[in-house]
């Protein structure tokens, strides 16, 4: 799960930034909770005694009292890599601000676009699953997901094909859906999940892959593969 902390001691903008964040992760299909913090203080507290763990923090810099740079000082003082998205209403702090290795500097007010690709951005550098594991009797298999090109379900099970071998694992299709990042990976048959990183055309009867490998595309599958093939190439360009 994605955990963000946003932190804003205005009400109104720290209510925003929650809605914005939740929105955009609940539309890319993201699993992740959002933390509202009023201060520095009390974020900085849940942090220190180990009460929170979060993959991102959203830091308003100009807050009374601790500030959200102040707080980015100290976790980079003992080495935390957390990553940090800064927000504030002035450029003032654009130059410092850059020392503690923010993912994003954003000027409020945040515009949607911005925030969804630093959301993106982060989610993507630093959290997305490079291997994937399958369980095969008392055996575990660690697989790049680069290299699987599709899944296909057959004879009660999965079949893996990858770039140069294939792989068969006693789950089902819909099951190896759940295991596999639903950001690259979409239905495109009763039968068949497919990796957007391998498309190279999608028509309406065949999804054509790299070396020219075609697999079927069903009916009512078509307009959903084709739209989350756009947004794919969209977000990966």
């Known amino acids: 799960m994605y955990r963000l902390a946003v932190c804003d001691d205005e009400r109104a903008t720290l209510e925003e930034l929650c809605a914005l964040c939740d929105q955009i992760l609940t539309q890319a299909e993201v699993e992740h909770e959002i933390v509202p913090f009023s201060s520095a203080q009390d974020l900085s507290a849940a942090l220190s005694a180990g009460r929170e763990r979060f993959d991102l923090l959203c830091l308003d810099i100009c807050m009374d009292g601790k500030t959200g740079m102040e707080l980015a000082h100290e976790l980079r003082a003992r080495d935390d890599q957390i990553s940090i998205l800064f927000v504030s209403g002035s450029d003032d702090y654009l130059r410092e ?57 057959r004879d009660h099970g999965i079949c893996l094909h990858l770039a140069r071998e294939d792989r068969t694992f006693p789950i089902s299709l819909t099951e190896a859906e759940r295991i596999l990042p639903q950001d690259q990976f979409c239905r495109c048959h009763n039968s068949f999940l497919v990796n957007m990183a391998a498309i190279t055309e999608i028509s309406r009867s065949y999804v054509t892959l790299c070396g020219d490998r075609a697999i079927p595309i069903g009916r009512r599958y078509y307009e959903q593969a084709q739209s989350r093939f756009i947004r794919y190439l969209n977000e990966n360009s």
């Not at 911005?114 to 959301?119: C, D, K, N, S």
């Open 97 to 153: 601000g850059y020392s503690v290795r923010p993912i994003q500097y954003l000027s409020k007010p945040i515009q949607r676009e911005e925030l969804e690709r630093a959301l993106r951005g982060d989610l993507k550098l630093n959290h997305s699953p490079r291997v994937v594991t399958f369980r095969q009797r008392h055996r575990t298999f660690a697989l790049p997901i680069a290299d699987i090109l599709y899944v296909e379900s």
